[in-house]
């Protein structure tokens, strides 16, 4: 049982350059989450799904775009990265239910953007 | 949106003595949750609290949330070096999005040993 998986776990971009980040829960997780994390930020929520097929912005969307064709598959798209998008990326899952369910966290993607 | 706020953000301690981080909403919470990211780690779930008032106790950890469901804290006897880490709170007010949550910025916790 490998719970959240995240791919890659380290990239170095170039500004302009586009990638996706992968993620996949193995929970059977109505819920999934991206968020980026910086010093003294916290986790920052960027875009959040409810359920296959849906997607729903969350803090801070700018710059990103994200799909959930699967419900076990969470994709984090930057369609031209930024210097300012260097973070850490994570991934998270949750459970449907009353009131809030604790999140399962992928081990992260550390990105720079150079 | 709903706003927590968490202090202190840094926090050095030697070995042995006792840490606490407080979390404070202006709008009354359904719940709150309470995760640990150890440096380089990935944030880990640690509890919820959901009652009015409520205590739950991990061990050396006691988490408390406020009778009016506005504030919490996590109060950690005797630390040891194990305990270094990055803990957050985590909280989903009435009437917001199912499952989304509003992380505090953290306590950064050092142990000296």
């Known amino acids: 049982n490998a719970g959240v998986t995240q791919t890659p776990k380290f990239r170095v971009l170039k500004t302009g350059q586009s990638m996706t980040l992968l993620c996949a829960q193995d929970?059977?997780?109505?819920?999934m989450y991206w968020y980026r994390q910086d010093p003294g930020m916290g986790l920052r929520l960027i875009h959040y799904s409810v359920g296959e097929g849906t997607t729903a912005k969350g803090e801070v969307p700018d710059g990103y775009n994200v799909s959930r064709l699967k419900k076990q598959n969470f994709l984090l798209g930057l369609e031209s990265a930024a210097p300012s998008q260097t973070s850490v990326y994570f991934c998270?899952?949750?459970?449907f239910g009353t009131g809030s369910q604790p999140q399962h966290f992928g081990d992260g993607t550390r990105l720079s953007i150079l | 949106g709903q706003q927590v706020m968490q202090i202190p953000q840094y926090q050095h301690v030697q070995e042995g003595e006792d840490f606490t981080t407080y979390c404070n909403s202006s709008t009354t919470l359904s719940n709150i949750q309470w995760y640990k990211q150890r440096p380089g780690g990935h944030p880990v779930f640690l509890i919820q609290?959901?009652?009015?008032?409520e205590v739950k106790k991990q061990k050396r950890l006691t988490f408390q949330f406020g009778e009016a469901k506005k504030n919490s804290s996590l109060h950690i006897t005797a630390t040891q070096t194990t305990d270094v880490g990055t803990y957050f709170c985590?909280?989903?007010?009435?009437?917001?999005?199912?499952?989304?949550?509003?992380f505090g910025r953290g306590t950064q916790l050092t142990v000296w040993p």
């Open positions: 998270a899952s949750s459970s």
């Open positions: 609290l959901v009652k009015s008032g």
């Open positions: 929970m059977n997780h109505e819920y």
């Open positions: 985590a909280a989903n007010d009435r009437g917001s999005t199912l499952g989304r949550l509003y």
